[in-house]
Structure formats: structure tokens, C-alpha cells
């Protein structure tokens, strides 16, 4: 089996590449690794992440691997194994609203977040999709994070999806398989997906200040009243921890 390992090459994404850089570090010893970096343009539609997928595709059972999940080399071989055409290893979404702090290198602050969801969609009985959950076999909607194509769907099938941009080539994939009637096959115990706004997550806990869940997107009048709390708690508390986060002069 082959794994593509797309990855951004911007600083701020290190800190979320490293269980997936460690793991992979054990995977090269029985499988062979592609790296691909992904730039910043996204309306490049022969970007090198693309290329690299219909280069490699046909030759062997691939896998995509993206930079913020990581995994378990039995997990891998369990999927290897598997005969279903596609398949994914289940992982868990945090869907946060967040606000930039000013006067940081994009440093996030969460104020509300969604309940938990997975990182698929099934189709329901009236043509809509609902998020993935957790116990679900069968994804008509998947991501590329953690997802293996086998060779013998490679080799019936020329991958011939609708072109665009590295950012959406997951959805395009799969929209791709949906209309060839493939269904991904979802492997559990879940992968683990990088929490991206962790440390922010933490300074929340450090001052036991709520992130009550939210259902419904977020109107911008409640954005305009998250923006003022926040900065009534960074002025009352980051003291403690970065002083100077946001001054007066700024909104």
C-alpha cells in the first residue's frame, strides 16, 4: 500500500503535523510515504496534491493521510486487508467559532462550540445529508484524511472527478464515488484528529470560563457580542499569561 501525506508548509500547522509526522515515521519502515506539500493557492487546479493522487492511482491499494490525524500501523494493516472498494478510519470533528486575538501571530480564542460530530455524511430517507455518527458503517459523503482507495477499484474506474482545487479535493472525490454508487466503509476505533485550537481550548479551562454548545451558525449579532466578552475576559485574565493580547485602541 501506498500513503500520500499532504501536508501545508506555513509554520502555524507544525504543531499539528507532529503525531501524524511520528507516526508516519513507523509507517515508512512497511509501506512507502509521498509527501506532498500544498501551497496557498487554491484556485491552482494542477496543484502537485492532485497530480500525485492520478499519478500513483492504479498501482497499488492507497491511502491518503492528511496532516492532522494520526493512526496505528494495525489500524493501517486492517484496512490494507479490508476488500471493501473505499474505506475511512472514523475520526471525531470539532466544529469551534473562534476569534483572533489582536496582536498575536493568529492566535485563536474558542467562544462557543458545536457538540461533537464525525467526519462524514449519510445520506437520510428524504435525499438530504446528515453529519456522521459514531457506530455508523457506511459513509456516502467522506473526507480524505484517513481514507484508502483499493487497487482493484483503482484499476475499474479511470479518476476522472471534476477538477479544482487542492482544498476541495475531498469533496470532489467523493461526490465523484457517490455517483458511481461507492460507499466508504468506516473503521473504528477512531483516528486521532489534531485538536487545532487546543491551547486556546486550555486557557478557557485555566479560568473555567463556559463554551456552551451551539447548534445553529452563528448570526453576527451574537458575533459582535462574542467579540465584546472576549475581550472583557482577555482584559480581566490574559494578564496572567500574555500580558498586552489586546489593547484599548483595538476592536
Known amino acids: 500500500m501506498q500513503i500520500i501525506y499532504p501536508y501545508s508548509p506555513l509554520p502555524k500547522y507544525a504543531v499539528r503535523q507532529q503525531d501524524a509526522r511520528r507516526f508516519l515515521?513507523?509507517?515508512r519502515e512497511t509501506y512507502t510515504v509521498t509527501e506532498v506539500e500544498c501551497t496557498a493557492d487554491r484556485a491552482d487546479t494542477n496543484h502537485p496534491y492532485e497530480r500525485?493522487?492520478?499519478r500513483l492511482w492504479g498501482q497499488d491499494d492507497l491511502m491518503v493521510f492528511e496532516q492532522d490525524v494520526s493512526?496505528?500501523?494495525?489500524?493501517?494493516?486492517?484496512m490494507e486487508a479490508c476488500e471493501q472498494p473505499v474505506c475511512q478510519q472514523a475520526y471525531e470533528l470539532h466544529k469551534c467559532f473562534g476569534v483572533i486575538v489582536p496582536g498575536t501571530d493568529n492566535q485563536v480564542i474558542c467562544v462557543a462550540h458545536h457538540l461533537p460530530y464525525y467526519a462524514w455524511r449519510v445520506e437520510t430517507a428524504d435525499k438530504g445529508f446528515r453529519w456522521g455518527r459514531r457506530g455508523d458503517r457506511f459513509a456516502d459523503a467522506f473526507c480524505l484524511s484517513?481514507?484508502?482507495f483499493s487497487r482493484q477499484f483503482q484499476q475499474t474506474h479511470e479518476p476522472n472527478w471534476d477538477p479544482g482545487g487542492w482544498h476541495n479535493l475531498d469533496i470532489r472525490i467523493s461526490r465523484w464515488a457517490y455517483n458511481l454508487g461507492v460507499k466508504a466503509h468506516l473503521h473504528y476505533p477512531e483516528a486521532r484528529h489534531a485538536d487545532t485550537?487546543?491551547?486556546a481550548h486550555n486557557l478557557f479551562r485555566l479560568?473555567?470560563?463556559?463554551c456552551n454548545p451551539v447548534i445553529e451558525p452563528l448570526s453576527p449579532e451574537w458575533i459582535s457580542l462574542a467579540r465584546s466578552q472576549?475581550?472583557?475576559w482577555i482584559m480581566s485574565n490574559a494578564a496572567q499569561v500574555a500580558p498586552g493580547l489586546w489593547s484599548d485602541s483595538e476592536t
Do not use: I, N
Open 197 to 199: 485550537l487546543g491551547e
Open 52 to 54: 500525485t493522487v492520478k
Open 146 to 148: 484517513t481514507t484508502k
Open 230 to 232: 472576549v475581550k472583557e
Open 25 to 27: 515515521d513507523k509507517a
Open 207 to 210: 479560568f473555567e470560563v463556559d
Open 71 to 78: 493512526s496505528t500501523l494495525r489500524k493501517l494493516a486492517e
